[in-house]
């Protein structure tokens, strides 16, 4: 594990979880949202401290806490500043991931399709073969 977090590696990242997250919930968006919150709460990123700077500098969605019904004062009050900084960098994470989900779902299904009429294209061959 690396010491800090590039803007590459960042987005990498967070396809990675959306790809992963649009597959485990086969293409379901509204499953694939919640895996998403669950990766990203389980993520090495959110759960180490050192990280909250690289994700708030690499999200474009460092506001996004707000989007998410806030909860600021709450976390200080759980944990000082420290909290607020893990707060703000799993909404900001969260929000770039889910951002990308609803496009890994519509891959998925595109691809499940695609295999779907290739197997059944090779069974029409096989039984005009035969």
């Known amino acids: 594990m690396s010491d800090s977090i590039t803007l590459g590696s960042y987005a ?3 396809s990675s979880i959306a ?3 649009a597959e485990q919930a086969e293409g379901d968006l ?3 949202m919640e895996l998403a919150h669950e ?3 389980g993520h090495q990123w959110i759960i180490y401290n050192r990280f909250y700077a690289d994700i708030i500098a690499c999200s474009d969605n460092e506001n996004a806490v707000e989007d998410f019904g806030g ?3 709450e976390a ?3 944990g000082g500043v420290s ?3 893990q707060l703000i960098a799993f909404c900001a994470m969260l929000a770039d ?3 990308e989900i609803s496009d890994a779902c519509d891959t998925w299904t595109e691809k499940q399709e695609a295999m779907e009429a290739a197997e059944e294209a090779a069974e029409n061959l096989a039984t005009e073969n035969a």
């Open 76 to 78: 200080f009050k759980r």
């Open 97 to 99: 991931v889910q951002a």
């Open 71 to 73: 909860g600021l004062d």
């Open 30 to 32: 509204d499953s694939a």
């Open 12 to 14: 990498e990242e967070i």
């Open 19 to 21: 790809r992963d997250c």
């Open 39 to 41: 990766s990203v709460d």
């Open 83 to 85: 909290a607020v900084l």
